[in-house]
Nanobody
Framework: QVQLVESGGGLVQAGGSLRLSCAAS????????MGWFRQATGKEREFVTS???????????YYADHAKGRITFSRDNAKNTVYLEMNSLKPEDTALYYC???????????????????WGQGTQVTVSS
């Protein structure tokens, strides 16, 4: 059984930084496409970033426009953990952040929630103004 557990959320002032973690059990993340999504109260789940891989097995990262330049997606295969480094946080970044995994590396830009089979419970990020 695959379990994804997010951590690292919290309350931060605008302009601050947070690093979210997503630890996996039951599945090797190095062979998984991974994604981060967020959901603000009263809104639909929104894509943040994803990692898949191209035919040469090189990681392919894709970022939503709102994440470009501020957010970095990385993974530590030895720890079976992925990370979401968020900088220059804004109040509009306030949301519940979820990590997701898929055994399918296609499409290369996995931006839809229904393209992932496994989900964590989420970690809350609150950015105060």
């Amino acid at each position: 059984q695959v379990q994804l557990v997010e951590s690292g959320g919290g309350l931060v002032q605008a302009g601050g930084s947070l690093r979210l973690s997503c630890a996996a059990s039951g599945r090797t993340l190095s062979s998984s496409a991974m994604g981060w999504f967020r959901q603000a109260t009263g809104k639909e789940r929104e894509f943040v970033t994803s990692i898949t891989w191209d035919p040469s097995r090189t990681d392919y990262r894709y970022y939503a426009d709102h994440a470009k330049g501020r957010i970095t997606f990385s993974r530590d295969n030895a720890k079976n953990t992925v990370y979401l480094e968020m900088n220059s946080l804004k109040p509009e970044d306030t949301a519940l952040y979820y990590c997701a995994a898929s055994g399918n590396s296609r499409p290369l830009t996995k931006i839809l929630p229904n393209e992932y089979e496994y989900w964590g419970q989420g970690t809350q990020v609150t950015v105060s103004s």
